[in-house]
């Protein structure tokens, strides 16, 4: 088993920054790609970004693509997401997930197998 615990978020105002943080433990070498989401108010979760622990390839939903980070610490076993340029359209409640396999679709979220509980981030305008 892996356990996923994400950090960081809060309420920022439009352009501001946030750093997201998810910490895996337990079985984290059974991981290959690690992935975060994100769900606001009446509307499904949607693919943010993803990562490979190996090659630290990295993918990014159009909407996010060049205002989000995603990086990795193999050591401390974290993945991180950067956000800069915050807009309203980003509030939601972001989830940090982990897939065993490395073939998969990083944009499906059925592919994954492990989720955090979520951490909510607030932009106010």
């Known amino acids: 088993q892996v356990q996923l615990v994400e950090s960081g978020g809060g309420l920022v105002q439009a352009g501001g920054s946030l750093r997201l943080s998810c910490a895996a433990s337990?079985?984290?070498?059974?991981?290959?790609?690690m992935g975060w989401f994100r769900q606001a108010p009446g509307k499904e979760r949607e693919f943010v970004a993803a990562?490979?622990?190996?090659?630290?390839?990295?993918y990014y939903a159009g909407s996010v693509k060049g205002r989000f980070t995603i990086s990795r610490d193999n050591a401390k076993n974290t993945v991180y997401l950067q956000m800069n340029s915050l807009a309203p359209e980003d509030t939601a409640v972001y989830y940090c997930?982990?897939?065993?396999?490395?073939?998969?679709?990083?944009?499906?979220?059925?592919?994954?197998?492990?989720w955090g509980q979520g951490t909510q981030v607030t932009v106010s305008s």
């Open positions: 997930a982990a897939a065993r396999s490395a073939s998969i679709v990083v944009q499906v979220e059925r592919m994954y197998d492990y």
């Open positions: 990562i490979t622990w190996t090659g630290g390839n990295s």
């Open positions: 337990g079985r984290t070498f059974s991981t290959s790609v």
